[in-house]
């Protein structure tokens, strides 16, 4: 069980099928195959070892995908990175996880010299753009050209297929180490549950491609046959023209982008009509939200799947036919084929339908562990379930309601955002005393990033100072969006501060919920 497993097999039934379309380019998948393969064989000659990690930074594109397979049919492992980090957070990234060999497109490689600086064990860089190959980079179209296509290694089973890093509590993000069986199974999963994607349909990749989800959705396309439509990038003129010009049959797109999508102006004119299946995920889709999605959409389905990249990505979700359902269309659908979920409390006890605690999964899609995080691989697996820090409850029939972040995650724009490691960057500013950070309702990103923040007596600060001084430290997607100051934090007995309450205001109905 190997994710080039379906590549080879589509290949060998299906050699002249197309298999990526980006921009003018179009090749079928038995030239992917043999591109794979070269690009496999370049790998090994540049001495790219067993199990070591090979990363890129680029926009979506082909040559993306190709890379992918690549590295596992050379026996190496993927590293795909935040194109939204900053170079400090790329760079730990790459050092924490031995990367030496990186691909890179035209618009990152600027930022090479920065990161050749920090990561001084970055022996090989590929440039895998279309303009010209800056100096000291390998071309990767002439890697290819002048390498032999070499034999799959099959890397497979509980082999180490890739190091997902994700935002961590800590103030540094945290690699999450998914097998081959890991992403195989949950893809195969989505493949029989047969609501995701059209069987021998074309699949649009718009959502960035670093993201665990969008890997998901390439796996599974590969397993139904059919065609990737690429995307560099999320625009919704982009968007609508592809599936207009390609008669894309679906794709995976989060809440916020659907709203840009149909509110876009000129999509009306689009013919739209070849989509039939939409996935949406890092929140609930909004009644309001998915009557005009419907209106705009006529006869897409859509389906909801709630995740994270610990489960390679997926653990319920709530089919296109039960968004008609009121109640149904604020939970988050049930357990996946592949999974068991389950509500526990403080001391991992199961409990009550309807009670609330942590949702806990297990399956063959949990993750192998943290890279270099012993104990916090050993917390989050404990009793062999995955504890996913969300807090939520089930109701009698086993559909999941989330309510909470433990974890105090803020889902802000589809990208995820740790309070922690956002209070960090703050408490480095000299005026700031003491700081929180939550999310609070945002009409266009869900939830936006907002600090709380304390300031020394006598001392003055903005939130455009703030905001500025977190841009030097972190990625500026995670910097607040808003700050209030206030004369003293509420505080629990023991000290800490209680975001509950300062969450109230803003969450008055029914508190902080996820969606």
Known sequence: MNITQHLQRNALHNPDCESTIFGDRVRNWGETRERVARLAGALRSLGIASGESVAI??????????????????????????????????????????????????????????????????????????????EGMLDYERLIAEHPPVDDARRSGEALAGIFYTGGTTGHPKGVMLSHANLV??????????????????????????????????????????????????????????????????????????????????????????????????????????????????????????????????????RPEEHADPVLRRSAGRAGPNVEVRIVDTDDNEVASGVVGEVVVRGGNVMLGYWNRPAETADALRGGWMHTGDGGYMDERGYVFLVDRIKDMIVSGAENVYSAEVE????????????????????????????????????????????????????????????????????????????????????????????
């Not at 190496?76 to 935040?82: E, G, L, Q, R």
């Not at 195969?188 to 549950?193: D, E, H, K, L, R």
């Not at 304390?454 to 903005?462: E, I, N, Q, R």
């Open 185 to 318: 199974v949950s893809a195969m999963a989505a493949a029989a549950a047969g609501e995701f994607l059209e069987a021998d349909g074309r699949t649009l990749h718009a959502a960035p491609m670093f993201h665990l989800a969008d890997l998901f959705t390439v796996l599974i396309r590969n397993i139904l046959g059919g065609t990737h439509v690429i995307v560099p990038f999320f625009d919704p003129a982009t968007v609508a023209q592809a599936i207009e010009k390609h008669q894309v049959t679906d794709t995976l797109l989060v809440p916020t982008m659907i709203q840009m999508l149909i509110d876009a102006p000129g999509v009306d004119d689009a013919d739209l009509r070849s989509l039939r299946r939409l996935i949406y995920g890092a929140s609930p889709i909004s009644d309001a939200l998915l009557s005009r999605a419907a209106v705009a959409l006529p006869g897409v389905r859509f389906t909801q799947a709630y995740g994270m990249t610990e489960l390679a990505p997926m653990a319920t979700f709530l």
């Open 424 to 515: 960090n960057a703050l408490a480095t500013h000299p005026a700031v005393a003491q700081c929180a950070v939550i999310g609070v309702p945002d009409p266009e990103l869900g939830e936006r990033v907002h600090a709380v923040v304390v300031l020394f007596p006598g001392a003055a600060a903005t939130h455009e100072e703030l905001r500025a001084h977190c841009k030097t430290l972190i990625a500026g997607y995670k910097a607040p969006r808003t700050s209030e100051f206030v004369e003293a934090m509420p505080l629990s007995g023991a000290g800490k501060i209680l975001k509950r309450e300062l969450r109230a205001k803003y969450w008055p109905a029914a508190g902080r919920g996820i969606g």
């Open 57 to 134: 930074l680029s926009l979506n594109s082909d040559r993306y995908l190709e890379y992918l397979f690549a590295v596992p049919w050379a026996d190496a492992v993927v590293n795909p990175v935040n194109i939204r980090w900053s170079p400090g957070e790329i760079a730990y990234s790459l050092l924490d996880s031995h990367t030496s060999m990186l691909f890179v497109d035209d618009a990152f490689a600027p930022m090479l010299p920065a990161l050749r600086a920090e990561v001084p064990g970055l022996r090989t860089v590929v440039h895998c753009g279309d303009g010209p190959t800056p």
